[in-house]
């Protein structure tokens, strides 16, 4: 006996057949969106899945808006919106929350914000619930010298009209920042800050550091403040080193240039004596001249030979009576 298999071939096709009708035919949820008062046409339907358009998603935001009171949403705009890459069902979410919580955000706004790249329902969410941001540590050195270091925490709301093209958390964090290190800076003394905290926060709050930024800043609050170390002392130390350093640098080349000086005294010294010595030569030579000449006689060069030895005694004796010097005589005393 040979089993026919023709039969489950057929409710196999009809299975394959009634799904693929129904994938392009999508009854139930036509069904489902008129139930739920979304007036949309089953031919709509079918052309969104040409369109590479998921329907549930559409249709599901649709019921969602139309439920929360947002009649004006359309179906084009969301079909857009998600053919340009958008987060449908996070926008429709977005304007649910903002219109219960009394927030002026349109259709065009939250699609635009969704489309820069930012979570518009979280943006919501942070216009109600305000976030607390906290700063990395601040050093700054006020003007006695003393350095502090601050920690702060500032709360921000989400401005909703500021998230397209508005400055991010970061921009944020920097400019407080900034303003704890100007208002450290501009105070007198390290102990007026340890005792008036709150001086950094009103003085960075009148700065309105949340201009063209994506928050609004509520409040700005110094967690912490810890002493650091003496920036002056250490700067003045460092400038007497210096100070030190270039004075004795000066010093080694004034010696340098008193001993160039001195040996070129000594070079002068003995160029001087070897033309006193040359002269001194020419001395014989000149006598021998003279008695060839017969200029001199051997009586004038008697007296000149006395004279010479009466000089040299008197030099002798001269320097035999000069009076010991103070190291000299002390010398003496020892022995």
Do not use: C
């Not at 409040?219 to 170390?229: E, N, Y």
């Not at 001199?296 to 000089?311: C, H």
């Amino acid at each position: 006996m040979v089993f026919d298999y023709s039969w489950i071939i057929i409710v196999v096709a009809s299975i394959i057949g009634l799904w693929i009708i129904l994938y392009f035919i999508p009854i139930g949820l036509w069904f489902t969106a008129l139930l739920s008062g979304v007036r949309i046409s089953l031919l709509q339907l079918i052309l969104m899945r040409w369109r590479k358009v998921p329907p549930n998603i559409i249709v599901r935001s649709m019921i969602e808006a139309i439920k929360a009171g947002l009649e004006y949403i359309k179906r084009d705009e969301l079909e857009a919106h998600y053919l340009a890459g958008g987060h449908v069902e996070q926008v429709i979410h977005a304007l649910v929350s903002a219109s219960k919580a009394n927030i002026d955000l349109t259709f065009q706004m939250a699609t635009a914000i969704d489309l820069a790249g930012r979570d518009v329902l979280e943006a919501v969410k942070m216009s109600v619930n305000p976030q607390v941001i906290n700063t990395p540590p601040v050093t700054a050195v006020a003007k006695d010298g003393i350095q502090l270091i601050a920690k702060a925490r500032v709360t921000v709301r989400a401005n909703i009209k500021q998230l397209v093209g508005g400055a991010g958390e970061e921009t944020v964090l920097a400019r407080v920042g900034e303003g704890i290190v100007s208002s450290i800076g501009s105070s007198k003394s390290h102990k007026e800050v340890l005792e008036n905290p709150d001086y950094i926060s009103r003085i960075v709050l009148e700065k309105g550091l949340d201009a063209g930024t994506a928050f609004e800043i509520l409040s700005i609050d110094v967690a912490d403040i810890d002493i650091g170390k003496n920036i002056g002392a250490v700067l003045q130390m460092d400038q007497a080193n210096a100070d030190k350093n270039i004075a004795q640098a000066k010093a080694e080349e004034r010696r340098a240039m008193a001993v160039a000086t001195e040996q070129e005294m000594k070079a002068k010294a003995q160029e001087a004596r070897a033309k006193v010595i040359e002269a001194e030569v020419q001395i014989p030579l000149a006598m021998a001249h003279a008695f060839e000449s017969g200029n001199l006689g051997i009586m004038d060069y008697y007296k000149f030979k006395n004279i010479e030895s009466d000089t040299s005694m008197r030099d002798s004796i001269s320097k035999g009576t000069q009076r010991p010097s103070r190291t000299d005589e002390s010398d003496d005393g020892k022995k």
